[in-house]
């Protein structure tokens, strides 16, 4: 009997196996990992310029582009979060992919990486360190100007 580790995800025990080239994962996970060295964190500090740019604060009697202004901050706020953490957790994705490949690579071609397997090499902490978020100026905070809020 197949330890339960050794199995299949439940959804898929209908479906048959699945086959894995590693050396291709290997290939896959350099790829992906000099994708993100090379071509997307060099860019991070061109976006955060532009995230930065400064914008002048609203006229607090039109109450529509105060909120609409603060929709914003939030949204660019959210958009940061998102940018700066998708390089390190494609980083992430990269050294799993590795983690696997490596653990697998003297396997014959027929051998089934074990669920846990994958668990634990997606559920390890060791992604690089991301980059500090840049600070964004709200345009709608009292702190550089008369604003009334609603």
Not at 60 to 71: G, H, N, S, T
Not at 90 to 101: C, F, M, Y
Not at 113 to 140: C, Q, Y
Request: aromatic share 6%.
């Amino acid at each position: 009997m197949i330890p339960e580790e050794g199995r299949p995800a439940g959804w898929l025990r209908g479906y048959g196996g699945i086959e894995a080239d590693i050396r291709q994962m290997r290939e896959f996970a350099d790829r992906l990992q000099d994708e993100v060295t090379r071509n997307y964190a060099p860019h991070l500090s061109y976006i955060a310029d532009d995230m930065k740019a400064p914008v002048p604060n609203p006229a607090d009697a039109f109450i529509e582009l105060v909120q609409f202004l603060q929709a914003h901050h939030e949204t660019q706020q959210a958009t940061v979060h998102t940018v700066w953490d998708l390089g390190p957790a494609t980083g992430h994705l990269a050294d799993a992919a590795g983690r696997i490949a490596d653990q697998y690579v003297h396997t014959d071609a027929f051998s089934a990486a074990r669920v846990a397997d994958v668990e634990r090499a997606l559920g390890r902490s060791g992604m690089a360190g991301s980059r500090p978020l840049p600070v964004l100026s709200d345009p709608t905070s009292t702190v550089d100007g008369p604003v009334v809020l609603p």
